[in-house]
C-alpha cells in the first residue's frame, strides 16, 4: 500500500510540471535569432506563380517569467522583409511574436504588426497586380515549428498582409512557406 501511495505521488507531482519549457538558448546582446526561407507568393490570388525569399530578426524578450503560461504573453519584437523574386509586391515588416513550446521540440508562434509595401494602392491596379488600397498593412502570420537542435529549427509559415478595411481596395496578400531559425 505504501508503494501504491508512493507512485501515485510522483504521478501527481508529474501532472504539475508544464509541458513548455524556456527556449533553449537565450540569445546574445539583442538578438535572439534570424530566420530566412522561401514563400510561395499569394498562391491563390493576383500576383501568383513566383516566390519570395523571407528574412527576419527576432529580439530577445525583455522578461522570461518562470511560468511557462505567463512567458507566452511576453512577446519577441521582430523586424523583417518578404522580397518578390519576379519584382511583384515585397514589403518590410515590424512587430511582436509570441512563441508557444509544446515539447522541447515542437513549438507554435503567432505574430502582429505592420508591413510597408511597394504593391499598388491607386485607383487604376492593372489585372495582374493586388490592389493593397493603402500602404502601411497589417501583417500577421503563424508557424508551426520543430527544433531540429538547440540551435536550428525549420518551420511552416503562413504570413497575411492587409488594410482590415480601412482603405478603398483591400484585396489583401497570403504567402505560405517554409523557414529555417538560427537561435543565436
Sequence with gaps: MVGLLGFEA????DLTTPLAYAPPAVGVGL????RGGVLAHNPAGRESGS???NLELLFVKPFQPADPVMAF???RIHLGTT???AGDTSHVYAGFTWTYDFTDKLFAEASFGLGFHNGKTSDFVPRNRLALGCSPLFRESASLGYRISQNWSVMATVEHLSNAGLCNDNQGMTNYGVRVGYVF
Excluded at 10 to 13: G, T, W
Excluded at 31 to 34: A, D, G, P, R
Design 10 to 13: 510522483a504521478n501527481a507531482a
Design 31 to 34: 538578438i535572439s535569432e534570424l
Design 73 to 75: 504573453f511576453v512577446p
Design 51 to 53: 516566390a519570395d525569399v
Design 83 to 85: 522580397i518578390n523574386t
